[in-house]
Nanobody, 124 residues
């Protein structure tokens, strides 16, 4: 499966962006989709995940601000980001895996498929 992340851009603090992760080659179906981000000089960080059974998971700092959802008809997973802060600036990646367990959702190496990143820049 190939993943394509899009929707990044420049936004002022307090603003919103919606990222999209589109799949080709297969449907998302029972894939778990995770969102990660990586700022310059930092490790890749878990943001959120959407399991195929509609359970969602968030990093603590994103709870209440970010929402992950999927549209099976469009074969796309979204990351709605509200109340953005300068520290949210990073390259955002989507990833997918058919068999990842909940305890591994936050571990990048546990995902089989990755899209290219999309840059999100939040200005103060």
């Amino acid at each position: 499966v190939q993943l394509q992340a899009s929707g990044g851009g420049l936004v002022q603090a307090g603003g919103s962006l919606t990222l999209s992760c589109a799949a080709s080659g297969r449907t998302f179906g029972r894939l778990t989709v995770g969102w990660f981000r990586q700022a310059p000089g930092k490790e890749r960080e878990f943001v959120a995940a959407d399991k195929w059974n509609d359970r969602t998971y968030y990093a603590n700092s994103m709870k209440g601000r970010f929402t992950v959802s999927r549209d099976d008809a469009k074969n796309t997973v979204y990351l709605q980001m509200n109340s953005l802060r300068p520290e949210d600036t990073a390259v955002y990646y989507c990833a997918a895996d058919p068999s990842i367990i909940v305890s591994s959702l936050r571990i990048p190496s546990q995902y089989d498929y990755w899209g290219q990143g999309t840059q999100v820049t939040v200005s103060s």
